[in-house]
């Protein structure tokens, strides 16, 4: 490629090309040099949305409030580290989880995939799973098989280590989850 030329990467200690850095040069000097000339011109009276400091309200605060807000609020990107949800989420994806999805009104119903942090081992980490049970199933796994009621809804770990779980109500607020995998 022509374009080999590189610089110190900030983030690392790989070499970027220039070429993709390039434009944010650009925009941070011309903005500079707009400003000197117009300083330099006595007979021009900036507006309000010229002075630096609304550029910086504008192309910084603004964006990075809203972005901050829209994260704490709305939505949540999460990494997938494991394969536990495969072939429905793969190892490696991206995924956009909505904060409003459920509140008192609606709840989470069997089948939804649902993301939720638990303690487990001392540890509280984020887990990505699908509710097989809702409030007032009674759950048990039996021979690698997942049963509300006396149906079997899917098996847990074919050709497992023969988990079980004794018969158990799930109260009001309480789900069964497992993994697609």
């Not at 638990?118 to 984020?126: L, N, Y």
């Not at 809804?153 to 995998?181: C, R, T, W």
Request: hydrophobic letters at 45%; a neutral charge; proline letters at 6%.
């Amino acid at each position: 490629s022509p374009f080999v030329l590189a610089h110190a990467d900030f983030y690392g200690t790989n070499p970027r090309p220039l070429a993709e850095n390039l434009p944010y040069l650009l925009q941070i000097v011309g903005a500079v040099h707009c400003y000197f000339i117009a300083k330099l011109n006595a007979a021009y009276a900036a507006k309000w949305f010229s002075r630096w400091y609304s550029i910086i309200l504008l192309g910084v605060f603004i964006p990075l409030s809203a972005a901050f807000i829209f994260r704490i609020y709305f939505y949540e990107i999460f990494y997938i580290p494991g394969t536990s949800m495969e072939p429905t989420i793969k190892q490696g994806d991206y995924i956009f989880v909505s904060k409003r999805a459920f509140n008192s009104e609606n709840l989470p119903l069997r089948n939804d995939v649902v993301v939720f942090s638990a303690q487990i081992k001392g540890e509280t980490a984020d887990y990505v799973k699908r509710i097989v049970g809702v409030p007032g199933d009674n759950i048990r796994v039996e021979a690698e098989k997942i049963y509300i009621g006396e149906k079997a809804v899917g098996s847990i770990y074919p050709n497992g280590d023969g988990i079980k779980l004794q018969p158990h109500q799930l109260a009001e607020g309480q789900y069964f989850v497992v993994g697609d995998n």
